[in-house]
């Protein structure tokens, strides 16, 4: 390249880099109208953020104190368990926390492993209250951080605060670490707390730490009283589920890692007004020792088992709907098993009168025939069914003669809160009667039926038990908690999956005591006693029905009123004078709903509640050949009046007034909706509740002919009759091929008007020296005859006959 040429291009390449270092420069150089203003902005929140965060890192950073104290002090108690060779193994699986001491525990050969706190330099122990009885507690270790085993005892148990003190002797207490408390400096919302807790990952054991934020009440005025932790049942704090984790034994630190407390709590306050907490109260803290808590166990177990009595009830014959199987002292709820008696438990509530803390609704009250207060096997005395009470679930009997020989002694006051008391609970041990007694606290508080708050405990209690404080006077229960509209509610969830649910809650002395002491001016009048003939009667309508689904509801073009087939009960019978023909209900209406007074919501009639829910009891009927029926019985061609429809009329109530809509579909155009009034009637006597006549050595029972049965066999009213309801097998009747579900219209040419007539003409027969009569037998539109073997009569084997006209 030419010299000159060169020169040019050096010239050029000088000249572009000045003009690119001008350009950078005047790119880098600060504007008068630029952004430079929120870069600044930008840089000056970067750095206060940064701050901040150094701060809070700074102040969640775990004190070295803490770590030192909290790997001294922890320690790791072993509770080794035992059987409880004096209770029936199955009986002690109804107890879920002993269910789980026996599988996991027992049987496996090893201890339960919990976490303990050193209190103080006498060797005290710190630990959760777990309520576990002595009977299942064989020994207890507490082992230190060297992996050296000591064993301690039960010393004490902490009024307000969810924990037991555990002792060691003297030479093991020389060898544990206490931690050193330092008062706590109340800051209000600026009290800076930090926890530690121990827990076991795998086979290692792990202590973790982290502040602990605070929370004042949503209320007005200054922040007051701090709270930290959460009052949940069921929910774990965000952190690490370390503070409030049930069963955890936390030490609490300040913010310079000095100890200041310990807890077993979810929940703690600065004041103490939720727990004692603070690591200078505890040793001081209120309680009572293991020596005196066995002492107070016995002193009240013999109180209450005084005042504890066995209630022996008895049912009429014929179970008919609602009959159970469940046994009284078993059961939440009152099951009636007809014609057995069942016995359960109730406490002395005066000198004559027992309250039974069970649930009672009117169909079991009414079906009950007798009732015994049982002093022994050989010493009953009757007893009169006094009442129900409105408000929870439990109900009044009176001794009629005598004075019961002692009674429970109401509290003063209610329980305090985490303040131990006793749970007691009824029931039969070796065939006498036994009081069980648990200690437990109340925890909190729950939200409950109409927005209300009530008091939780910390264990499982059964339905019925008694809150009793350490003097034996009776300070609460555990009962149910009776609503508006139970029974259309029950009715209503009667076809779901799980069906109907009861709400059970404590009941504090403040809340009963009324009941108690006045029980008369709180129970409900609609539970009553009936006699059996009565207890069977039940409402109705007058109808007989089908359940409308989704192929009829798409041929009748009713899928919008029903709801695509899910709702309706489509009228296929009208008894002929009932209520549903004056109200001008017809053939092919299809009832939709009812609406009861006072109800927000109507009960509508709809499949599941017509027992089409797919539930498994529902899917599998009665046997082929019931008993009592035969082989050569013709099938019942009438249909039983405990339906959907009736329950629901029976739930609201006879006597009320209701609103009844049905819609009633037309062949061309739109159908119409139709709403009627109608005051719910007593039904006549139907199957169930007829008058009958039974005797067991001629082996029948027969029943009166009600409306339903002539109604299907197109009996007129004036048609002679009796109804053969049950043949008992091998007996006269079966001899005679007599069978269940056949009208016997004629005894000796003379016609059957009631089943006590036919009674009287074979007592009459007998008397007349006659060992057989002839039966007039009408079955399936024919008539045949039957001569029956009346010789084994006695009328001392009548049955059925109380309360019918001669």
Same mark, same amino acid.
């Given at each position: 390249m030419p010299r000159s040429c060169l020169s040019r291009f050096v010239l050029v390449l000088i000249a572009g880099l000045a003009a690119a270092g001008a350009h950078a420069a005047t790119a880098t150089k600060p504007s008068a109208t630029g952004p430079a203003p929120a870069r600044k902005a930008a840089r000056s929140r970067t750095a206060t953020a940064t701050q901040e965060a150094h701060q809070r890192e700074s102040e969640e950073a775990v004190p070295k104190a803490l770590i030192e104290a909290a790997k001294g002090s922890f320690v790791v108690v072993k509770l080794w368990y035992k059987k409880d060779l004096s209770e029936p193994a199955a009986l002690l699986q109804d107890n879920w926390q002993v269910?789980?001491?026996?599988?996991?525990?027992?049987?496996?050969?090893?201890?339960?492993? %919990?976490?303990?706190?050193v209190l103080d330099a006498a060797g005290h122990v710190?630990?959760?209250?777990?309520?576990?009885?002595?009977?299942?507690l064989d020994r207890i270790e507490v082992q230190d951080l060297s992996g050296e085993l000591f064993l301690?005892?039960?010393e004490k148990l902490l009024f307000d605060t969810s924990a037991i003190l555990l002792k060691v002797d003297a030479k093991a207490a020389g060898k544990l670490r206490p931690l050193k408390f330092v008062p706590v400096q109340d800051e209000g919302v600026d009290t800076k707390l930090f926890q530690a807790v121990m827990y076991k990952a795998d086979d290692q054991w792990r202590i973790r730490f982290a502040p602990l934020r605070p929370a004042v009440r949503y209320a007005p005025g200054e922040p007051g009283n701090v709270f930290y932790g959460y009052r949940m049942a069921s929910g774990y704090p965000e952190r690490f589920r370390s503070f409030g984790y049930g069963g955890l034994a936390t030490i609490l630190a300040d913010e310079d890692g000095r100890p200041v407390g310990c807890s077993m709590e979810t929940f703690l306050d600065l004041r103490q007004t939720e727990c004692v907490w603070k690591g200078l109260d505890l040793p001081k803290a209120e309680g009572i020792s293991w020596a005196d808590l066995r002492r107070s166990k016995q002193a009240v177990r013999g109180k209450l088992t005084a005042a504890v009595h066995e209630v022996v009830i008895a049912f009429?014959?014929?179970?008919?709907?609602?009959?159970? %199987?469940?046994a009284f002292a078993r059961s939440p709820r009152l099951e009636a098993a007809a014609g057995r008696e069942i016995t359960g438990y109730g406490v002395a509530i005066s000198d004559t009168e027992i309250l039974m803390p069970v649930f009672l609704d009117r169909k079991v009250a009414a079906r009950i025939d007798k009732i015994f207060v049982k002093f022994s096997p050989w010493d009953r005395r009757p007893a009169d069914f006094v009442g129900a009470f409105?408000?929870?679930?439990?109900?009044?009997?009176?001794?009629?003669?005598?004075?019961?020989?002692a009674q429970v002694e109401l509290a003063a006051k209610d329980l305090p809160r985490m303040k131990p008391f006793w749970v007691a609970r009824a029931r039969k041990k070796l065939g006498r009667k036994y009081v069980d007694l648990v200690w437990d606290r109340i925890r909190g508080k729950t939200r409950g039926y109409a927005g209300k708050y009530h008091w939780y405990v910390n264990g499982p209690v059964h339905a019925g038990a008694m809150l009793v404080d350490f003097s034996g006077r009776l300070a609460g229960m555990y009962l149910h908690e009776r609503v508006e509209h139970e029974e259309e509610r029950e009715l209503e969830r009667s076809g779901m999956p799980y069906g109907p649910s009861r709400k059970y809650r404590i009941f504090t002395i403040s809340e009963i005591r009324d009941e108690l002491t006045k029980p008369l001016a709180h129970l409900d009048p609609k539970i009553k006693v009936k006699t059996r003939t009565e207890s069977k009667r039940r409402s109705w309508l007058g109808v007989e029905y089908v359940l409308v689904n989704p192929d009829l509801a798409e041929e009748l073009k009713v899928e919008t009123p029903t709801k695509d087939g899910q709702l309706g009960f489509m009228v296929s019978a009208v008894y002929p004078g009932g209520p549903a023909e004056k109200l001008g209900i017809k053939v092919g209406d299809i009832l939709l709903r009812i609406q009861a007074p006072k109800r927000p919501y109507p009960i509508e009639l709809n499949r599941e509640l017509g027992g089409e829910s797919g539930r498994f009891d529902r899917e599998f009927g009665p046997p082929w050949r019931m008993r009592g029926v035969g082989m050569g019985a013709p099938q019942a061609s009438w249909r039983g009046r405990a339906n959907a429809l009736t329950r629901a009329l029976d739930a609201i109530g006879i006597g009320e007034k209701v609103a009844i809509t049905c819609y009633r579909?037309?062949?061309?155009?739109?159908?119409?909706?139709?709403?009627?009034?109608?005051?719910?009637?007593?039904?006549?006597?139907?199957?169930?509740s007829a008058p009958k006549w039974r005797n067991r050595k001629l082996g029948l029972t027969v029943k009166d002919l009600t409306y339903e049965i002539r109604f299907a066999l197109r009996l007129k009213p004036s048609d002679p009759g009796v109804?053969?309801?049950?043949?008992?097998?091998?007996?006269?009747?079966d001899t005679a091929r007599i069978y269940s579900n056949e009208v016997l219209t004629r005894l000796d040419g003379e016609p059957l008007g009631s089943a006590r007539q036919m009674r009287d003409l074979v007592a009459a027969a007998r008397k007349a020296g006659k060992e057989k009569v002839r039966l007039t037998i009408f079955r399936l539109g024919k008539t045949r005859f039957a001569d029956l073997t009346v010789k084994a009569y006695d009328p001392?084997?009548?049955?059925?006959?109380?309360?019918q006209q001669p």
């Open positions: 269910r789980r001491i026996y599988q996991e525990y027992i049987e496996n050969k090893n201890p339960e492993e %919990r976490t303990g706190i710190l630990i959760y209250d777990d309520r576990l009885e002595d009977r299942f301690a005892r039960r009429h014959q014929g179970g008919g709907e609602g009959a159970g %199987r469940s409105k408000d929870f679930g439990g109900f009044v009997i009176r001794l009629r003669k005598g004075k019961l020989p579909p037309a062949e061309r155009g739109k159908g119409q909706t139709v709403t009627s009034l109608y005051t719910i009637e007593q039904a006549p006597p139907d199957f169930e109804i053969v309801a049950h043949v008992e097998d091998g007996s006269p009747m001392s084997d009548d049955e059925g006959l109380e309360g």
